[in-house]
Protein backbone atom coordinates (compact mmCIF):
# COMPACT_ATOMS: atom_id res chain seq x y z
CA UNK A 1 0.00 0.00 0.00
CA UNK A 2 2.04 3.06 -1.11
CA UNK A 3 0.73 6.49 0.57
CA UNK A 4 1.78 10.18 0.38
CA UNK A 5 1.96 12.17 3.28
CA UNK A 6 2.29 15.91 3.17
CA UNK A 7 2.90 18.15 5.82
CA UNK A 8 3.44 22.27 6.10
CA UNK A 9 0.58 23.87 4.61
CA UNK A 10 -0.29 26.57 7.80
CA UNK A 11 -1.56 29.72 7.83
CA UNK A 12 0.87 32.91 7.11
CA UNK A 13 0.39 36.01 6.14
CA UNK A 14 1.29 37.68 2.77
CA UNK A 15 4.61 38.11 1.86
CA UNK A 16 5.62 34.97 4.35
CA UNK A 17 6.97 31.62 3.31
CA UNK A 18 6.09 28.19 3.65
CA UNK A 19 7.79 24.31 2.79
CA UNK A 20 5.07 21.66 2.21
CA UNK A 21 6.73 18.10 1.84
CA UNK A 22 5.36 15.07 0.64
CA UNK A 23 6.97 11.77 1.58
CA UNK A 24 6.32 8.39 -0.26
CA UNK A 25 5.56 5.50 1.92
CA UNK A 26 5.00 1.96 1.38
CA UNK A 27 6.82 -0.70 -1.84
CA UNK A 28 6.97 2.26 -4.36
CA UNK A 29 8.83 1.87 -7.58
CA UNK A 30 10.54 4.84 -8.96
CA UNK A 31 8.40 7.93 -9.84
CA UNK A 32 8.79 9.25 -13.14
CA UNK A 33 7.65 12.41 -11.98
CA UNK A 34 6.52 13.81 -8.98
CA UNK A 35 4.64 17.60 -8.55
CA UNK A 36 2.23 19.18 -6.61
CA UNK A 37 -1.17 20.67 -7.49
CA UNK A 38 -3.73 23.02 -5.91
CA UNK A 39 -7.38 23.38 -5.62
CA UNK A 40 -9.11 26.60 -4.38
CA UNK A 41 -12.32 26.81 -3.30
CA UNK A 42 -14.54 26.40 -5.86
CA UNK A 43 -11.98 25.71 -8.53
CA UNK A 44 -10.75 23.02 -10.40
CA UNK A 45 -6.89 21.34 -9.25
CA UNK A 46 -4.41 22.94 -11.34
CA UNK A 47 -0.63 21.81 -11.72
CA UNK A 48 1.75 23.93 -9.50
CA UNK A 49 5.06 22.15 -9.84
CA UNK A 50 6.41 19.40 -11.73
CA UNK A 51 10.13 17.38 -11.58
CA UNK A 52 10.88 14.63 -13.08
CA UNK A 53 13.43 11.84 -11.93
CA UNK A 54 16.41 13.69 -13.86
CA UNK A 55 15.67 16.93 -12.05
CA UNK A 56 13.90 19.02 -14.46
CA UNK A 57 11.18 21.27 -13.13
CA UNK A 58 8.12 23.01 -14.50
CA UNK A 59 6.04 25.70 -13.03
CA UNK A 60 2.74 27.13 -13.79
CA UNK A 61 3.22 31.14 -14.39
CA UNK A 62 1.70 32.54 -11.42
CA UNK A 63 4.41 31.25 -9.53
CA UNK A 64 7.44 31.34 -11.32
CA UNK A 65 9.96 33.15 -9.59
CA UNK A 66 8.28 32.72 -5.72
CA UNK A 67 8.28 28.68 -5.53
CA UNK A 68 11.14 25.98 -5.87
CA UNK A 69 10.36 22.59 -6.72
CA UNK A 70 12.95 19.96 -5.38
CA UNK A 71 13.02 16.14 -5.00
CA UNK A 72 14.96 13.43 -3.04
CA UNK A 73 14.89 10.46 -5.19
CA UNK A 74 16.32 8.54 -2.02
CA UNK A 75 13.55 8.83 -0.02
CA UNK A 76 10.94 9.76 -2.83
CA UNK A 77 10.26 13.04 -1.28
CA UNK A 78 8.97 16.03 -2.69
CA UNK A 79 9.26 19.60 -1.56
CA UNK A 80 8.16 22.89 -2.29
CA UNK A 81 9.31 26.04 -1.07
CA UNK A 82 6.88 28.92 -1.53
CA UNK A 83 8.09 32.53 -0.85
CA UNK A 84 6.43 35.92 -1.49
CA UNK A 85 2.87 34.26 -0.76
CA UNK A 86 -0.51 36.07 -2.02
CA UNK A 87 -3.79 35.72 -0.57
CA UNK A 88 -4.34 33.84 -4.60
CA UNK A 89 -1.94 31.18 -3.81
CA UNK A 90 -4.64 30.27 -0.77
CA UNK A 91 -5.97 26.08 -1.67
CA UNK A 92 -5.65 22.62 -0.80
CA UNK A 93 -2.20 21.31 -2.10
CA UNK A 94 -1.72 18.40 -3.07
CA UNK A 95 1.03 15.82 -3.72
CA UNK A 96 1.48 13.35 -6.90
CA UNK A 97 3.78 10.94 -7.95
CA UNK A 98 3.42 8.88 -11.13
CA UNK A 99 4.82 6.44 -13.41
CA UNK A 100 4.38 5.76 -17.12
CA UNK A 101 6.54 2.54 -17.24
CA UNK A 102 5.09 -0.85 -16.08
CA UNK A 103 4.25 -1.06 -13.22
CA UNK A 104 2.37 2.49 -14.16
CA UNK A 105 0.87 4.45 -11.44
CA UNK A 106 -0.72 7.79 -9.97
CA UNK A 107 -0.66 8.69 -6.22
CA UNK A 108 -2.70 11.54 -4.65
CA UNK A 109 -1.64 12.51 -1.16
CA UNK A 110 -4.08 13.95 1.10
CA UNK A 111 -3.86 17.37 0.50
CA UNK A 112 -2.03 20.20 2.89
CA UNK A 113 -4.41 23.52 3.62
CA UNK A 114 -2.24 26.47 2.76
CA UNK A 115 -4.12 29.80 3.78
CA UNK A 116 -2.33 33.59 2.76
CA UNK A 117 -3.96 36.45 4.84
CA UNK A 118 -3.87 39.79 3.01
Known amino acids: QVQLVESGGDFVQAGGSLRLSCAASGRIFSPDAMGWYRQPPGKQRELVALISNGGNTNYVDSVKGRFTISRDNAKNTVYLQMNSLKPEDSAVYYC????????????WGQGTQVTVSS
Open 96 to 107: NAKRSRSPAYSY
